[in-house]
DNA sequence: AGCTTTTTATAATGATTGGTACTGAAAGAG
DNA sequence: CTCTTTCAGTACCAATCATTATAAAAAGCT
């Protein structure tokens, strides 16, 4: 009873995350909003309530459309291939070229007016939640062999995740997927071993020669 | 014969810098630049043009008076010096308190309106300037034997600006140096290691344990 | 002293911004 | 059919924005 929405909210709100991950919060401007969803002010309004919550009705909508990977990435059985996993995921989410460019989190976390700032606050808190999941695998990897005793699983954690958002800023700086799978290459190929059960080194296949000592003795 | 400007025009310049540093461009208003300055908003306009270049003034002067480091670190004579000395001042540069934290370039280059487009491209231009300076630095390094002859030097140096943007991220989010100079460490020890020249494996020292051979392979 | 030049400070300007008011249209119930 | 509810679309609003206009003040010259 009464007149039916015509415009899709679902849709709606995939135009608007596409806006305000190109432009950020302040670059997008509500007429930006109007014309990517095709609504007019009153509509967006009564569907999302204002520019605001509309905002982060998208981001977690970025969150469940776009960052699985994430979830998928922590749920691999060892330290490796959730890295793996992450970056291969963070990379090509982040060099879709129809959606958006970047990390849509990042790109509204990293300077505002003073206005903006508690927006800009909640986002960052958003990033230190992926970090501190980071740093629990890591340190439960750590209990189960697979990294080096001496391990600082928070500056793994920080270095991962400072890695991600350099690369995001490269892919919205237009850098290629396969410029930025090299760089995951290197970064997987340093990650800290696993630690090796026995003593064999000289028989044991190449990995073995990387020796926990040498960390120790950093 | 006139009136004589009241204003430093440097310590204008500087107070400038420091807002576009915090909020960036667009986070910024004319109200936030002449409250900072202290000057009014036509004595800004005679002293520097408009707010454009205002800003790209401000980022000049962020230049030349804490980007010092990176012409310091391509200076330096080998490139494990070279990387050290960028990242520990980076890290210093990105975690004042009074002037900024993060860098100035990076707070607005990542996203924004589009009739403010055309700035962020100059922005993203000037990231591109190093990284080039550091492909042409490692290359050198490449040439002198201090990189394994297999070294991507362009996968490198992206790898070190992303390294750097993603600790401009965590700056601006607060983290403390301390924990940015832990991932840094992490960083270096994890270069691409000098070839040996010799095979005497067993009798140099640890440093030599770090086989060209296990690049190669992979 | 008057005159000219330049800066300071306040006011004004037109455009943009996020949000709301208002009217007509659509949908369903009785 | 009328009535009620809700949406669509246009117009409107107050505040903000970057920039300019204007009048007064300051500085130096004659």
């Known amino acids: 009873m009464g007149r039916h929405r015509e415009f899709d909210v679902d849709k709606a709100l995939d135009a608007a995350l596409s806006v305000f991950w190109k432009n950020g919060y302040e670059?997008?401007?509500f007429e930006d909003l109007t014309r990517a969803t095709g609504v007019a002010r009153p509509g967006l309004y009564s569907a999302f309530?204002?520019?605001?919550t509309l905002f982060f009705k998208a981001i977690d909508r970025y969150d469940t459309k776009h960052l699985t990977y994430l979830r998928e990435a922590?749920?691999?059985?060892?330290?490796h291939s959730a890295v793996r996993r992450f970056f291969e995921g963070s990379i090509t989410v982040q060099t879709l070229n129809g959606e958006?460019?970047?990390?849509?989190v990042l790109n509204g976390a990293l300077a505002c007016s003073t206005e903006t700032e508690p927006i800009r606050q909640e986002l960052i808190a958003r990033?230190?939640?992926t970090e501190d999941a980071w740093r629990v695998r890591l340190e439960r990897g750590l209990q189960e062999g697979e990294l080096p005793p001496s391990t600082?699983?928070?500056?793994l954690a920080g270095y991962l995740m400072a890695v991600n958002h350099g690369l995001g800023v490269q892919a919205k700086a237009g850098a290629s997927k396969a410029s930025l799978a090299?760089?995951?290459?290197?970064?997987?190929?340093t990650l800290p071993p696993a630690p090796t059960k026995k003593r064999d080194a000289h028989q044991a296949p190449l990995p073995s020669h990387r020796r926990p000592s040498r960390r120790d003795a950093k």
Do not use: F, W, Y
């Open 27 to 29: 670059g997008t401007s």
């Open 152 to 155: 600082n699983c928070a500056m």
């Open 100 to 104: 958006g460019r970047g990390c849509a």
């Open 182 to 189: 090299a760089i995951v290459e290197h970064v997987l190929a």
């Open 74 to 79: 922590l749920a691999e059985p060892d330290v």
């Open 127 to 129: 990033q230190k939640l």
């Open 49 to 52: 309530g204002n520019k605001e």
